[in-house]
């Protein structure tokens, strides 16, 4: 339902930019987000996008990350900047959507993509 795309390898103070594509017979998206979970550690929210674009990010992010999205494409951005080893994680798409065949809303998960940061 959600596909990910943009992991990879970078070194310190690089940049990198993740997607993330829902696909289906979707009907709206309202918020779509982006959430990290480093080894050893809990899942934490990175940044939200809602559908008019406003956007929110956690403590560590700010200033470095900017979430975006494409409505037309059913598609949200993280582009990273400044990356730091403490960056290194898996990350995952989150949105909240209504199907087409549905009249509730449900939210969905990407299968996550690794980011690793190197010193």
């Known amino acids: 339902q959600l596909v990910e795309s943009g992991g990879g390898l970078v070194q310190a103070g690089g940049p990198l930019r993740l997607s993330c594509t829902a696909l289906?017979?979707?009907?709206?998206?309202?918020?779509m987000a982006w959430y990290r979970q480093a080894p050893g550690k809990q899942r934490e929210l990175v940044a939200t996008?809602?559908?008019?674009?406003?956007?929110s990010y956690g403590d560590s992010v700010k200033g470095r990350f900017t979430i975006s999205r494409d409505n037309a494409k059913n598609t949200v951005y993280l582009q990273m900047n400044s990356l730091e080893p403490e960056d290194t994680a898996v990350y995952y798409c989150?949105?909240?959507?209504?199907?087409?065949?549905?009249?509730?809303?449900?939210?969905?998960w990407g299968q996550g993509t690794l980011v690793t940061v190197s010193s």
């Open positions: 989150n949105a909240h959507i209504r199907q087409i065949s549905s009249t509730g809303w449900d939210f969905y």
């Open positions: 289906g017979r979707i009907f709206a998206i309202n918020n």
């Open positions: 996008c809602t559908s008019g674009g406003s956007a």
